[in-house]
Structure formats: C-alpha cells, structure tokens
C-alpha cells in the first residue's frame, strides 16, 4: 500500500509535526511512519524537543510581569491612544475597564449598553435567521450598513480569538439606526458588536464594563460613534477583543 | 488588569526572549526595549495584522540589531533550570538542551523556538523573520537536526558555531 503514496519529505515529516498539514496528508504521513520507524523516531525526537523547551521555559509564563514593563506601558502616551487621548485624559486618563474613576455612568450609556444586550440575546440565540446578510457578502454588509449609519463601519478580524464572522444586520438605536455584526466560535458561542450613533455624549470615552441582562457588555465611543461589544464570558478577553475593534476602527 | 493591548503579551514576549538570551536581566532589557520600539512603531501596526505576531517581529528586530550584533551572550542556566525541574532527569535533559540552543546558529535558533516553543505557524514565522517560508523550513530542519546530535552526543560539544 506504501507504494501508492506519494513520497513523504523531510520538509513533510517537519510540518507533520507541527500540525501545518491537511488533515488527510497528515494521515497518511501517519500510517507511513508504522512502516517507517527511523522516520517515527526522529518525528518522536522533534516533537521531544519543543516539549523539553516548554517545560523549561512555560514557568515564565506564570511569573508575574516586573513592574518595570507594565510601567513602560503606562509611561507613555501610546499612538494608539492618541486620536482619543484628549478625552480619555479628561476622564482620567485611563484606557482600560479599570473604572475606578468613574462616578455613576450617565444614563444615556447605560441605555445604550442595555440596547445592545437585548440586541445580543435576541439574535445571538436565533438558529434560522442570526443575521439579515451573512458573511459571504461581507463587503456588501460594510457597505449597506456604512450608508445606512452615515459612518464608514469595519467588520473587525476576531479569527485570533476564535470567532468568525456570521454576518450582520439593521436595527432600530436610539437616534436613528444601529449596526449588529454577530461572530461566533467553533463551540457555538457567539459575540456581538453593536454599532450606534449614541444618544447622549459623542465625546470619545474610555472602555466600560457592565452587566446588562446577565451579559457583559464592553463599550465605549469613538469617532462619535457608540461600540458594545457583548458574548464573551472571559472579561480580560473582552478587553482583548475590544482593542482589536477598536484599531480595526483606527487604522 | 490589562490597561494596555500590549500587556497581555509580555508573558510571552519574557519567554522568547528568556529562551533567546539564557540570561534573566538581558532577557527583561529585551523585552523592554521591544515595548519602546513598539510603542514608538504602532501607529505603522496594520489593522489586518496579529498583535502577537507584530510584536514578535518587533523584537526580533531589536534583537537583531541590538542584542545579537552588539553583546557577547552570558548564560546563567542555573535559576531558570531550577524552575522548571521536576526530576534529576529532567535537570540533565533541560541543561542539555540550553546548552544546545545555545550551539545553534542564531538565525536556526530563533526558528526552532519560534515554531517549537511560542507555537507560530510557519506563515507568521516567516512574517516576523521577513524571509521566505522554504527558508523557515529549512532552518527548522537544520536547527532540529542539529539539536537532535547535539543532544545525543553525536556532535562535539566543544565546537561551536562561530558566527
């Protein structure tokens, strides 16, 4: 049966190892290394040896990061931040959900984070119809929804995290109308990011972090428009998820 | 709490770099000026493009033009081996294996942890090191071999790769 198969490279048996193979590849080039056990031995030693280099170096991992180099971070005014530096200043300076000096949000924001957490649970949980234009007209989605917000609007890349684009769809905001684009990961689970002139403040303002409807909701304003983002459980991922949105906004 | 999207990647960058320098204050001094450069740089990041990514090229960068042309290396593989021993075993398998990273041509070095240990694929790789994939493959193939000889005592322990 060996002889069927097509030649197996020393570059194969590499990505072999490192899982850059297609699945099928992948199969044969296992059923191949039965028969070949020089081969099995050395994939064996490859795969040994990044074992041997995380078990040496993953305890890093755990350490706490020195003072030093979060400092770093703080110490400067980031790029990043700057196209929304002056308002982020004028409430506090702080880029991040540490809301500590935030007195009682304005209403208008807690409106708005609560519109987008109905607007979650409703159509995260719809098996039929998530979406009113799904993923493979992405472009055509951008551009409805940019014309019909009068902003230029981005489907932000949530692949790092797990999540792929479902699609997205209209709905009624507060002022006028609101963008959905709905994600979700190979597990099912799905997270919204909703769009919307906000009611109250268009000023830029820091991340926040609420619960609304037993969902948390990360939201903030840029580019006088209003972001939530709401469906992933893990808060630090979040965050994470919610820088991306906002650089896919930025840059 | 993560403040800045930087932060929840200085875990990772402490421990590329720990594995590049085998050396605890140059590792964080690396890590460190990654973070200036970065932060000087990220206007320049593309929104299309992985944080995790970008910031290894980053560093790789400093690390070329800072750390690798300009230092002699020093090696204190005592405390980071203490870390991670389980076993007296482990201890002889861990040192070995320092000291055979440290043997490998730098450029073969940084394939081998940057696919082995921080788990890029060879697309990204590629991208942080700028060179094409066949070239990722075939310092990856070198670097393992060579590790793999080194590691069972094929090759001389006392010679070394001059750069």
Do not use: C
Request: net charge neutral.
């Amino acid at each position: 049966m060996n002889q069927q198969l097509k030649p197996v490279s020393d570059d194969e048996l590499h990505a072999y190892v490192d899982g850059e193979l297609a699945t099928e590849r992948a199969a044969e080039i296992e059923a191949w290394l039965a028969a070949h056990p020089d081969a099995a031995e050395r994939v064996q030693t490859y795969r040994q040896q990044n074992q041997t280099m995380r078990a040496l170096f993953d305890p890093v991992l755990d350490e706490p990061v020195p003072a030093s180099l979060t400092a770093t971070l703080a110490r400067r005014s980031a790029p990043w931040a700057r196209a929304a530096a002056v308002a982020w200043l004028a409430v506090g300076g702080i880029v991040g959900y540490a809301v500590h000096g935030w007195q009682t949000p304005p209403a208008a924001a807690t409106l708005f984070a609560e519109r987008a957490a109905v607007a979650h649970v409703v159509y995260a949980a719809e098996v039929l119809h998530p979406v009113e234009v799904p993923a493979d007209q992405e472009q055509h989605l951008v551009k409805w929804l940019s014309k019909r917000l009068g902003k230029e609007l981005h489907t932000p890349d949530f692949r790092g995290f797990g999540y792929q684009l479902v699609g997205g769809r209209l709905l009624p905001g507060d002022k006028g109308p609101a963008a959905q684009f709905m994600y979700q990961n190979t597990q099912g689970a799905r997270l919204t990011l909703y769009v919307s002139t906000p009611n109250g403040n268009t000023q830029p303002a820091a991340f926040r972090y609420e619960e609304q409807d037993g969902e948390h909701v990360l939201y903030w304003v840029d580019r006088e428009l209003g972001f939530a983002l709401v469906g992933e459980p893990d808060r630090a991922r979040l965050m994470d998820i919610a820088h991306t949105a906002y650089q896919a906004f930025n840059f | 709490m993560a403040s800045h999207p930087f932060e929840p990647y200085i875990p990772r960058l402490r421990r590329y770099a720990l594995a590049l320098l085998h050396n605890r204050a140059r590792a964080d001094d690396l890590v460190q000026d990654t973070l200036e450069r970065a932060l000087r740089k990220f206007s320049l990041f593309r929104r299309d493009t992985d944080l995790r990514a970008w910031l290894f090229t980053v560093m790789h960068n400093v690390y070329v033009n800072d750390v690798r042309a300009s230092a002699r290396r020093h090696t204190e593989i005592a405390d980071t081996i203490e870390a991670a021993v389980t076993t007296a075993d482990d201890a002889t398998t861990l040192r070995d294996i320092m000291g055979a990273l440290e043997r490998l041509a730098p450029e073969q070095r940084e394939v081998v942890l940057l696919v082995g240990l921080e788990q890029l694929s060879y697309e990204e790789t590629a991208r942080v090191l700028a060179v094409p994939r066949g070239t990722v493959m075939s310092r990856l193939a070198r670097g393992r071999e060579r590790l793999r000889a080194l590691m069972s005592g094929e090759a001389s322990p006392y010679m070394r790769r001059i750069k």
